[in-house]
C-alpha cells in the first residue's frame, strides 16, 4: 500500500502507472507506444504470468512435496517468455535505453528465481541487464536484502 496526497494505492503495476503519469520524471512508460506495449508486456509476464504462482498461499495449496518443482517450473516458463520478449525490445534495458516499468518488475522476479535456485546462466539478455539495473542507486536501495524488515542474516 501506498498513501499519496491521502490516497491509498494499491497493486504495483497501477501504482508505477499513478507515479508515472503523476510525476512524470524519471519515466517508467516509453514515450513510443511499441515499446510502452512492450514494456507493460514484459511487466504482464512477470507480474500476472510468474509472481502470483509462487506465492505462498498458492504454493501451500499445491502440497510440501511438489511446491519446490511447482515454483521452478512457473518461473522458469515465465522467464523463458521474458527473455523471448527481450530479444525485441532490449538494449541496455529491457525496453531499449530507458528504464521502464518492465525493469523495475524484472530484478524482484529473479530475487524470487534465485531463492528458488533457478539457473540464470542460459538467459543471454537478462543477466546482462540485471547487472546494469543493479549498478543504479534506486535499485540497490529498493533491494530486498537492503529493506528494514529483512532478517540480520540476509542483509547484504
Same mark, same amino acid.
Given at each position: 500500500?501506498?498513501? &499519496?496526497?491521502?490516497?491509498?494505492?494499491?497493486?504495483?503495476?497501477? !501504482? !508505477?502507472?499513478?507515479?508515472?503519469?503523476?510525476?512524470?520524471?524519471?519515466?517508467?512508460?516509453?514515450?513510443?507506444?511499441?515499446?510502452?506495449?512492450?514494456?507493460?508486456? !514484459?511487466?504482464? !509476464? &512477470?507480474?500476472?504470468g510468474i509472481q502470483p504462482i509462487q506465492n505462498i498461499s498458492v504454493l501451500r495449496r499445491v502440497g510440501e512435496d511438489k511446491k519446490v518443482e511447482w515454483a521452478r517450473h512457473y518461473i522458469k516458463t515465465g522467464l523463458d517468455a521474458v527473455e523471448k520478449a527481450l530479444e525485441e525490445s532490449a538494449e541496455q534495458f529491457c525496453v531499449g535505453n530507458q528504464l521502464s516499468i518492465a525493469d523495475c518488475c524484472l530484478i524482484p522476479q529473479l530475487y524470487h528465481a534465485r531463492r528458488w535456485k533457478i539457473d540464470l546462466t542460459k538467459y543471454l539478455l537478462i543477466p546482462s541487464i540485471e547487472e546494469r539495473l543493479n549498478s543504479i542507486d534506486a535499485f540497490k536501495v529498493a533491494h530486498p536484502n537492503q529493506q528494514p524488515d529483512c532478517p540480520e542474516k540476509e542483509k547484504a
Open positions: 500500500v501506498l498513501l &499519496i496526497d491521502g490516497k491509498r494505492l494499491t497493486q504495483s503495476l497501477p !501504482i !508505477i502507472e499513478y507515479l508515472d503519469e503523476t510525476y512524470k520524471m524519471p519515466r517508467l512508460l516509453p514515450d513510443n507506444p511499441y515499446q510502452r506495449y512492450q514494456a507493460r508486456m !514484459i511487466s504482464e !509476464i &512477470i507480474a500476472s
